[in-house]
Structures are given as structure tokens and as C-alpha cells.
């Protein structure tokens, strides 16, 4: 009975063990694939000057504030995108006069105020895709902040 015990706490440990390599090599080639950068921030302040990034953005937050700055950023034919979760944390994100942010995705317990919206009839400059739980999502044009 020892015996089988053993072997069963081997090949559990075996399992985990290939699973965690496999789970780290997918994540670097998706990461690689979508050249993407993460950006974490958890219990503080940040303010993240978005023109040193990458088009394409995952960034997440927890119990902190953070500002997205768009303003020293030029326009072009690709948008953003910005995968955002957020949670307990307040956001905001700062884009150039006349750029319309596309927002959508879901919220628990969370508010979002996009205040892009008059721009509207244009094309998306920054497309955020957003996972908020208990926390605050602003949007707003340069001139607004």
C-alpha cells in the first residue's frame, strides 16, 4: 500500500512539474507571438507614459491608481489596444484631443465614464478591452484633465 502511494505522489508531482514547463513555455510564445509587455502595479501610484509601449498592451492592477497617459502619442493607422483587468484600483486614462476611445468588456461592482464619446463617428484610437471589479475607470481627452 506504501508502494502505491509513492507512485502516486510521484506521478502527481511528474504531472504538475511537465504541466508548470509547458504552462511557461505557452506564455512566452504567446507573449511573443502578440509582442506584448506587461505591466503590473499592485498597492500603489503609478503614471505610465503609453508612448515608450508597445500598439499592443496588457496591463493589470491591483488595490493601486494608475494614469495611462496617451498624450504624447501619434496617431496611426493601427490602434491601440490595451488589455486592461483592474481590480480595487482607480484608472485613468488620458488620450490627444479628438481621439475616440472604444471601451468594452465587463464589470463587477465597477464603474467606467468614457468622456471620448463625443469623437464617437471617428475610428478608434485606442481600443480598451477591460475586466473591472471594485474599481473606477476614467476616460478622458487631454484638454479634460
Not at 17 to 31: D, E
Not at 40 to 53: N, P
Request: aromatic share 12%.
Amino acid at each position: 500500500m506504501k508502494k502505491a502511494g509513492r507512485i502516486i505522489g510521484v506521478t502527481s508531482l511528474v504531472i504538475v512539474g511537465v504541466n508548470a514547463v509547458f504552462g511557461l513555455f505557452n506564455y512566452k510564445k504567446a507573449k511573443e507571438l502578440h509582442k506584448t509587455k506587461d505591466i503590473a502595479v499592485t498597492f500603489g501610484e503609478e503614471a505610465i507614459d503609453m508612448s515608450e509601449l508597445l500598439k499592443k498592451q496588457e496591463i493589470g492592477a491591483m488595490f493601486s491608481s494608475m494614469t495611462l497617459d496617451f498624450s504624447n502619442c501619434k496617431e496611426s493607422d493601427e490602434p491601440y489596444e490595451i488589455e486592461l483587468y483592474a481590480k480595487f484600483t482607480g484608472i485613468e486614462i488620458i488620450v490627444p484631443e479628438g481621439w475616440y476611445v472604444e471601451s468594452k468588456g465587463k464589470i463587477a461592482m465597477a464603474s467606467i465614464e468614457n468622456y471620448t464619446a463625443t469623437y464617437e463617428d471617428e475610428k478608434a484610437s485606442v481600443i480598451l478591452h477591460f475586466n473591472a471589479s471594485f474599481s473606477g475607470i476614467s476616460i478622458r481627452n487631454v484638454k479634460y484633465s
